[in-house]
């Protein structure tokens, strides 16, 4: 591995795409240092100090996560990439149920470019709606709940309104990165971004484990952290190969077709997104008990005891459900056996021993639910894991916990993708790659 970065290091073109994506990295940290004008920096690292462990900690960490622990300090980058990951997924959604999104995802690259503006778009209104929900929870005290002071000194509404403008042009300056990475850089810039916040948060949570339950504790957790890593590795490396045959064609008077391949559907096809959709979804009762005024309801103690408490068995059923659901649905909604059979069927390919047309969609179909269900298991599985650690580590939310959940899922994902990705850039110039 050492030499293969030697070699990417010695490419002038190589070098300089490592180098530009380190360095907007770089100004992406950086960022999420800088307050928001009008915030208190001392405030907010006396309340942030002092929800440590608390329990209500759970309710925004997943967004804390993917900004790095820019959410919680109140940045210029608060938001994060969560707007536009938001965004995205929405609009991937809406392909399936307007006709018009389908068309033009079906236009090629002109399309795709419309449907990259209209994220845009919708990344903004979903950055103008997220700031000006933190700042009001922060202005209200519920942002920080029992914190002796306020975060925002001055709440007037000139001050709130440049703090949420502040944060949105912090998001809109995010996606312009992220998108200067991917043109300009190595890899994905969006997942860089989402990478690079998760593991900036592991050395500080790693030391807090240490200095909280000595060595023993932290031994024992690095080394559940190893082997999770080797297994969410082989697992998302792992595909099930359908064998496709192409027919021989004629065209003019040359001979088209006769070759063999295969059509890879791997174990995990939903990636990441069902352990967001569940966490986001098992958060909204955690955030309307904060909301509710009335904390002594019936409904309220309900969802404190059983929902909210991630080490319940009732917290962690709902949310391997969820996660169940949510693969199942997001599998079915990006991948079409219909429309992948009638590709086939266009290029003259077939699967051996299934007819072309129906029956094949029919046999993909079976496929692709065979291998979702234990997908599905393992996204749930590895999700909740940080839950049976807050008893052993202490860790006041189980998203916050750095070796397992979201957190693993999200870095193993990007982290294979940027090797594929200069690998590819390597074996273009006869040099050996990371994997041989």
């Given amino acids: ?4 970065f030697r070699s990417a290091l010695a490419l002038s073109d190589l070098r300089r795409k490592i180098l530009f994506t380190l360095g907007m990295v770089v100004l992406y940290r950086l960022g999420a240092a800088i307050p928001s004008p009008g915030v208190s920096y001392p405030n907010v690292q006396q309340c942030v100090e002092e929800l440590q462990g608390s329990s209500a900690q759970s309710v925004y960490s997943l967004l804390n996560l993917f900004s790095g622990g820019a959410l919680l300090q109140l940045s210029v980058l608060a938001l994060g990439i969560m707007p536009y990951i938001t965004a995205s997924i929405i609009i991937q959604l809406l392909q399936v149920v307007i006709p018009r999104f389908e068309q033009l995802k079906k236009e090629g690259q002109a399309g795709q ?16 709606l997220q700031a000006t929900g933190i700042v009001a929870l922060a202005v209200r005290g519920q942002l920080f709940p029992g914190c002796t002071v306020s975060p925002i000194p001055d709440d007037g509404v000139f001050n709130l309104i440049v703090i949420v403008v502040t944060m949105t042009a912090g998001a809109a300056v995010l996606m312009w990165m992220g998108e200067l990475i991917t043109e300009r850089g190595i890899g994905n810039g969006m997942s860089l971004l989402i990478f690079t916040s998760i593991a900036s948060r592991v050395p500080a949570e790693g030391v807090n484990i240490f200095n909280q339950h000595g060595p023993l504790v932290f031994s024992v957790v690095c080394a559940f952290a190893v082997a999770i890593l080797a297994t969410v590795v082989f697992i998302e490396q792992a595909q099930r190969r359908i064998p496709v045959q192409y027919a021989k064609r004629m065209i003019g008077r040359r001979m088209y077709g006769g070759t063999s391949t295969y059509l890879p559907l791997k174990v995990n096809q939903a990636g990441v997104i069902p352990v967001i959709f569940g966490s986001s979804l098992l958060y909204l009762p955690q955030l309307l008990t904060q909301l509710s005024g009335n904390q002594d309801s019936w409904w309220v103690r309900f969802i404190s005891t059983y929902i909210a408490d991630p ?14 659901f949510f693969a199942y649905f997001y599998v079915s909604i990006t991948f079409n ?17 299934i007819r072309p047309g129906r029956p094949t969609a029919e046999y993909l179909s079976y496929v692709l639910s065979r291998i979702t269900l234990p997908g599905s298991l393992y996204l749930g599985i590895v999700a909740i894991l940080p839950n049976f650690f807050i008893g052993l580590t202490g860790q006041g939310a189980a998203q916050n916990f750095p070796f397992g959940g979201t957190a693993v899922l999200i870095m193993v994902n990007v982290g294979l993708d940027t090797v594929k990705h200069i690998q590819s850039q390597l074996q273009q110039r006869n040099y050996e790659g990371f994997l041989r």
């Fill in 1 to 4: 591995m050492l030499s293969a």
């Fill in 113 to 128: 470019a419309k449907l990259t503006q209209y994220t845009r778009y919708l990344t903004i209104a979903l950055s103008v």
């Fill in 311 to 324: 080490a319940n068995w009732v917290h962690i059923l709902l949310y391997m459900a969820l996660i169940i």
């Fill in 337 to 353: 056996p219909e429309e992948r059979a009638e590709d086939m069927k266009k290029y003259g390919g077939f699967i051996p021993g």
